[in-house]
């Protein structure tokens, strides 16, 4: 189903939707912690785990207000959800977010010794699924004109 015209977002500023603003902080921090885990592997520096364990919890966290507001939009914009991209993307994203958690409350605790193996895993396994999620919210952004302005809609129609 190709959506015809603007769909607006519910939370904006200025006419910016806020969703696609917020959450590359959080795919940043969870995609880092790959980085911080192969690190510590590889070096066994404690600084490596503990690197981890701040970029696992921004991540975590940053999520769930990425996600919370992405969410909003979903249950409110008739437009967005009618896509089967939008429920595909929103479930990828709550799993990733369940997965990102535990990945922060494994190391918490004791950074160190949580690291390995699971939490190295748990870090590869999220860097797969935030590949998977950014494309399916590209598509939304890219193949639907979810949140693009009116004047770029009429682009992309003159284009095809």
Sequence with gaps: MMIRGQVKSRVVVLGHPIHPMLIHFPVAAMIAVLGTDLAYVFTLDEFW????????????????IAGSIGMIDLVTVPEIRRLVTSWCHAIM?????????????????????DVLPWGVYLSLLNAV???????????????????????????????S
């Design 49 to 64: 785990a503990r690197a981890s364990v701040w970029l696992a919890g921004t991540g975590a966290v940053g999520g769930l």
């Design 93 to 113: 994203a709550v799993t990733l977010l369940s997965l990102a958690t535990l990945n922060w409350l494994l190391r918490i605790v004791e950074p160190s010794p």
């Design 129 to 159: 699924l935030i590949s998977i999620t950014s494309m399916l919210g590209g598509q939304l952004v890219y193949d639907h004109a979810i949140g693009v302005s009116q004047e770029k809609v009429e682009e992309r129609r003159q284009q």
